[in-house]
């Protein structure tokens, strides 16, 4: 007899406007992994959002795993892994930070190493260089975090954020890596001072759950989106146009080229069918946060 896992990972928006590299909130959006043991490798993509084409021994899925089997001393054994994706690739969605948190639990379930939780959001964190998508895609719900140089994560974690988020998906691609490019190397004093205080704002204000100022701090940004914008498709318009439909704010996800918008849950249906008609060649998605995080399950035992 041989188990058979299912791996559920939410995926996440990062930043929310000023909360550069440190805030995470985890989206009803998702990546399932069906994960069994078998004599070799093998990764099926059954999802559009997955590309067809990637090697065994370059998938991010694969990697991670075997490198977090490694760091136990362990050996990670064959699997069969059939992949499904909520998740486009490269918009600011988290679906790499998604991608290693399920890695890394798979090496966890088949390898038994028995992982806590702060393992898991310190190793994710390790492997995504900041801990905004990852925390959030661990834990679920809202997440505001730190990591030090040894690797140790500190995370406060918000949950029951009575609000809805919808995301604004263009077709055009832009990695995080290309993204970072166009970010100064420095900051002024005074302009530092600034947004750091309008990231601060934006921390209070998620916590006490204040939607009105977390929509006015979300807009506040001076440390990336005064950078990114010219990368991103219809940046200003939808910015303007999401305020006049009733949203609280509007910010991008991640290092786009997504943006998202945090709205009253009353009208949910109606924003999204305004956009729809203001922005027809993006996708546009009304979403609520998750408040689950990782959760793996066995689905039975079957023969081999």
């Known amino acids: 007899m041989s188990k058979k896992w299912q791996i559920i990972v939410p995926g996440s928006t990062a930043n929310l406007g000023p909360g550069f590299d440190s805030i995470g909130l985890s989206l009803n959006l998702y990546l399932e992994l069906t994960?069994?043991?078998?004599?070799?490798?093998?990764?099926?993509?059954?999802s559009d959002h997955l590309p067809q084409d990637i090697v065994i021994e370059e998938h991010l899925i694969y990697t991670i795993a075997k490198e977090t089997a490694a760091r136990f001393n362990k050996e990670l054994p064959p699997c069969q892994?059939?992949?499904?994706?909520e998740l486009p690739y490269a918009r600011g969605l988290g679906s790499s930070a998604a991608a290693i948190?399920?890695?890394?639990?798979?090496?966890?379930?088949?390898?038994e190493l028995q992982l806590t939780i702060q393992d898991k959001l310190n190793i994710s964190?390790?492997?995504?260089?900041?801990?905004?998508?990852?925390?959030?895609?661990?834990?679920?719900?809202?997440t505001?975090?730190?990591?030090?140089?040894?690797?140790?994560v500190d995370t406060i974690h918000v949950k029951d954020l009575d609000a809805s988020f919808v995301v604004f998906i263009p077709s055009v691609e832009l990695k995080t890596s290309e993204a970072r490019k166009v970010l100064p190397d420095q900051l002024d004093r005074s302009y530092a001072v600034r947004a750091s205080a309008n990231a601060n704002m934006l921390a209070a204000s998620l916590i006490s759950k204040d939607y009105e100022r977390i929509g006015q701090y979300m807009e506040s940004d001076l440390f990336h989106e005064p950078f990114r914008s010219s990368l991103i498709p219809n940046f200003d318009e939808i910015l303007c146009a999401a305020k006049e439909a009733g949203a609280y704010g509007t910010a991008l996800s991640g290092a786009g080229p997504t943006m998202i918008s945090i709205i009253p849950n009353a009208i949910g249906d109606q924003f999204v069918f305004t956009m729809k008609n203001r922005f027809p060649t993006h996708e546009i998605i009304l979403t609520k946060a998750d408040h689950q995080g990782v959760s793996a399950k066995i689905l039975n035992d079957v023969l081999t």
């Open 144 to 152: 505001i975090s730190q990591m030090n140089e040894q690797g140790i």
């Open 101 to 111: 948190v399920a890695a890394i639990e798979l090496a966890n379930l088949v390898c």
């Open 35 to 46: 994960v069994s043991l078998a004599d070799q490798w093998e990764i099926i993509h059954v």
């Open 81 to 85: 892994i059939v992949m499904r994706s």
């Open 125 to 142: 964190s390790q492997i995504e260089g900041h801990p905004d998508n990852a925390t959030a895609s661990v834990l679920g719900g809202l």
